[in-house]
């Protein structure tokens, strides 16, 4: 265990409006974290700070130690931390096995996978998230589930060991998310750190033990989702009074 | 020892294998026929080729930076001016030979390639075109304007590599060399790593690739072939003046690349001929021809957005397979 993420006092504003507001928290090696709060709360702006997409006005990550403020997404992949996009993005004209190639391509995928590794490795990694006989389609012809499958293979592909991972039941049926909180449920047990959001506190009750709540930028409580959902804060933010929850 | 034959002996297994393809005998019965071309003894017929061809290096040199790294440049008459300056003065002033001046003046395109490439590459989109249209806009005032290198009448009388035919087989060699080159390039993991920046250069970055240092990779190795064939262009004129840097050129790459087909590398060798015959045949109709060249652009880009050559080829083997009885 021990720490494996830090953030501090981090504030991002656009113009007028503190998108993220004084956030503060940490984050232990192989835990499963979720982030949740209504939508426009901030989450996938912390997400944005997090992985190097933005960068904050005030305010300092660690990961792993290392002062990951200003880095560049590419940086912040090769130390050790991927993302995946709340809206899915994927190498459209790319078959799937070369869009899983692309991140095996980088440099800390090479140095997991070697060079002469990399076909393999992808092919590992789509047998893994239950795509490889599709592996020579373009993603473009994919549904929904796969494509968030993809996005998470993509995000292998880099050797992480710890994940961010952007409403990864959004836009899903019931079985697409139980076949990704099946392969989310296997990383997590292979060792790798899930920092995860959702905007919807069932979807993450019996994955994740912990939770932050978010609401208009700011942290608004923390703790088991049980603990959570009957937070008074966290109930108003989300329904706008004090009793029950959706 | 052994390892270097038998890794020679898979080489021409697969050439071997490809030869035999559909695409692989074409590609040789069309080479074939134009290394004929000096024999029938047509010096005019020869000139057009030796056009197409040099013109084919510079549009595929465009579609490698453009079609598979996604990085629209609209200034690449600056990579092919600078290397055909350079490649005139190197002749002209230091004596040297006309293969070794070639790759001096590639290797200027891809010095200026990382000099316009590192500004540029910080504007996406139009704003790149733009800046890279504004770079070969600056070259082409400071050749017309300064004194240095000729001037407004550049360099010219520069000897000869040889009579129309030697010539001819020098480009040939250059041709088929560059654009067998570039797309063994697009086709390796480079070629992937650049492919994935043009589809989405965010998840590219996500996926931990340095995006900026592989774009710049993708200018230089664009800027050497625009290069040599602004060098290839010189040896074929013995001389050169500022027109070289002309916006026209840029836009010239461009047009034969769609015309050919986008990500293809080959398909600039049909789009280049294309645009060169067409040129040739239309001169006689002076501002008419443009007007003609224009229609035939706008009906290619309405009826064949992925250019002539992947449907025309598709036309090809139908006909191939008809005549067979498949």
Same mark, same amino acid.
């Given at each position: ?32 974290? =979720? ?24 305010? $300092?990550?660690?990961?792993? =130690? ?17 993302? +995946? ?30 060079? $002469? ?6 092919? $590992?990694?789509?047998?893994?998230? =239950? ?26 592909? +880099? ?10 039941? $959004? ?9 990704? +909180? ?65 | ?26 590609? !040789? ?9 000096? %024999? ?69 395109? %891809? ?9 540029? !590459?910080? !504007? ?115 001389? %050169? ?35 060169? !015959? ?17 229609? %035939? ?30």
């Amino acid at each position: 265990m021990g720490l494996i993420l830090e953030v501090k006092n981090l504030t991002k504003k656009f113009g007028g409006l503190t998108a993220v507001n004084d956030a503060n928290f940490e984050v232990q090696r192989g835990e499963m974290l =979720g982030l949740i709060g209504p939508n426009g709360a901030g989450k996938t702006t912390l997400f944005h700070l997090m992985s190097g997409f933005e960068n904050p006005n005030s305010g $300092s990550i660690f990961y792993d =130690g290392v002062d990951i403020t200003r880095k560049k997404p590419y940086q912040i992949v090769n130390l050790g931390m991927a993302r +995946t996009f709340q809206l899915v993005r994927s190498f459209r004209y790319l078959s799937l096995l070369d869009n899983i190639s692309v991140a095996c391509l980088s440099p800390r995928g090479k140095e997991a996978f070697g060079s $002469s590794g990399i076909d393999e490795a992808a092919s $590992s990694i789509l047998t893994s998230i =239950g795509l490889v006989d599709k592996a020579r389609l373009p993603p473009v012809i994919l549904p929904h589930g796969d494509l968030r499958k993809l996005e998470i293979g993509k995000a292998l592909g +880099t050797n992480p060991e710890m994940l961010l991972l952007d409403e990864p039941f $959004s836009g899903l049926a019931h079985e697409e998310k139980e076949g990704i +909180t099946k392969l989310i449920k296997r990383l997590s047990n292979e060792g790798v750190t899930i920092f995860l959001t959702g905007h919807v506190l069932q979807e993450l009750m019996t994955l994740v033990p912990r939770v932050i709540a978010m609401h208009q930028g700011r942290l608004i409580a923390e703790g088991s989702p049980q603990e959570v959902a009957n937070n008074k804060i966290v109930l108003e933010a989300y329904l706008g009074r004090g009793e029950g929850f959706a | 020892m052994a390892s270097l034959q038998l890794e020679l002996q898979s080489y021409v297994g697969r050439f071997r294998t490809w030869a035999f393809t559909f695409r692989g005998s074409i590609t !040789l019965f069309s080479l074939l026929g134009l290394l004929l071309i000096p %024999v029938t003894g047509n010096q005019y017929l020869t000139q057009i080729i030796i056009t197409g061809m040099i013109l084919s290096i510079f549009a595929a040199s465009w579609d490698l930076l453009a079609g598979f790294a996604g990085q629209i440049s609209f200034g690449h008459a600056a990579f092919f001016g600078i290397s055909g300056y350079f490649t005139a003065a190197f002749v002209k002033f230091a004596g040297a030979n006309w293969i070794m001046a070639t790759f001096i003046g590639a290797g200027y395109a %891809v010095i200026f390639s990382l000099l316009i490439g590192i500004p540029c !590459l910080r !504007l996406k989109g139009p704003y790149l075109a733009l800046g890279t249209l504004a770079f070969s806009l600056i070259l082409f005032n400071l050749f017309l304007s300064g004194t240095w290198l000729g001037g407004t009448e550049g360099i010219s009388g520069l000897p000869s590599a040889g009579n129309i035919f030697v010539v001819f087989y020098i480009i040939a060699a250059f041709m088929v060399g560059s654009l067998v080159i570039m797309r063994v390039i697009v086709d390796s993991r480079l070629g992937t790593i650049l492919k994935s920046i043009r589809d989405d250069e965010i998840c590219a970055d996500a996926s931990g690739i340095n995006t900026t240092t592989y774009k710049l990779i993708a200018f230089m190795i664009s800027g050497f072939f625009a290069g040599i064939a602004g060098a290839l262009f010189v040896i074929n004129t013995t001389a %050169v003046n500022p027109a070289i840097f002309s916006t026209l050129y840029s836009f010239y790459a461009i047009i034969m690349a769609a015309i050919g087909g986008l990500a293809t590398i080959f398909g600039s060798i049909i789009g280049a001929f294309l645009f060169t !015959l067409l040129s040739e045949f239309l001169r006689p109709l002076a501002a008419a021809s443009l007007l003609i060249f224009a229609t %035939v652009l706008i009906l290619i880009v309405r009826f064949a957005e992925g250019g002539i050559m992947n449907p025309f080829l598709e036309r090809l083997r139908d006909l191939w397979d008809m005549i067979r009885g498949k």
